[in-house]
């Protein structure tokens, strides 16, 4: 089927959370919202979702008390193009994703054609033809999330710091976002977690714990979550790089 025909057919909804504390990088304002060269983190976020010509609604999980700072404050001095629903997180990423899945549920036509791409608001350098690979992934099978290799040897080691062993590496693959779903598959995904306590670390987990299947696809190395006060450094060398590759019409690279 060609995408303009998809596109017909099908809605395609990012639900990008933003509504954790961001303890682990150790900052007085929220990660989600620190200034990266001028633009805040979740703007940046944003914009790589409202400039993709194959999403066609956004909703955006904020922590509660920043509801009317994001609505009023935030995102006054920026315009989007897409359709944006700012809406509560909970108190754990999964309590946020279920808010944009019902929130989802509400704004789609029918559950079964409509696809979400649930997306970490802390990773803004999503790249375009990443989130195309994932789309399409998950037009096949259902269910689709972007991963990277693992290019280092990996130890398992006890609480004193002895390694035990060398873990076999193969087949082990760091997982990213956007993880994109069919949304009846995820909703009852995400309800069989709540009514069985499983608590997930993303959206493909809960997925395994329902036994759905899940495809994988390549992930880019440029797509980093931050997460610790050291990948703001990265964030500024990537945001050095993209510009310095634009200007000399090789920004390709990061998508
Ligand atoms: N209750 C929560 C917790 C997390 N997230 C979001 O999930 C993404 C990935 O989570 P993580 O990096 O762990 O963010 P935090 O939970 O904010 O970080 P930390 O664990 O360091 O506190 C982030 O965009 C975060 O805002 C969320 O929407 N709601
Ligand atoms: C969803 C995720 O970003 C995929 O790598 C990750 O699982 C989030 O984990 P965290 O423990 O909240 O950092």
């Known amino acids: 089927m060609s995408d303009t025909e998809n596109k017909e057919k099908f ?17 007085s304002v929220k990660k989600q919202f620190i200034d990266l060269d001028g633009i805040p983190v979740i703007v940046r976020t944003l914009a790589a979702f409202d400039m993709h010509c194959r999403v066609d609604e956004i909703i955006l999980v904020v922590p509660e008390q920043d ?9 006054h001095r920026f315009s989007f193009s897409t359709p944006l629903h700012i809406i509560k997180g909970g108190v754990t990423r999964q309590d946020s994703v279920g808010n944009g899945l019902d929130k989802a549920l509400k704004i789609c036509i029918r559950p079964e054609i409509t696809f979400v791409l649930i997306h970490d608001g802390v990773r803004p350098f999503v790249g375009e033809n990443l989130v195309d690979r994932c789309l399409d992934g998950a037009l096949k099978n259902g269910a689709c999330i972007p991963v990277l290799g693992i290019f280092d040897t990996v130890k398992r080691a006890d609480k004193n710091g002895k390694i035990i062993c060398t873990l076999d590496r193969d087949g082990l693959f760091r997982a990213q976002t956007p993880q994109v779903f069919r949304l009846d598959l995820i909703v ?3 309800s069989y977690a709540r009514n069985t306590d499983f608590l997930g670390t993303d959206e493909a987990s809960i997925c395994e714990h329902a036994k759905l299947p899940v495809d994988i696809v390549d992930g880019g190395p440029f ?9 703001l450094i990265f964030a500024g ?15 390709g690279f990061f998508n």
């Open 237 to 251: 060398l990537i945001i050095q790089a993209k510009k310095e590759a634009e200007i000399v019409g090789n920004s």
């Open 67 to 75: 509801l009317d700072f994001t609505r009023n404050d935030l995102l």
């Open 11 to 27: 809605k395609n909804i990012a639900i990008i959370v933003a509504g954790g504390k961001g303890l682990r990088m150790q900052s």
């Open 223 to 231: 797509n980093i979550k931050l997460t610790s006060p050291q990948d």
């Open 188 to 190: 009852k995904a995400a």
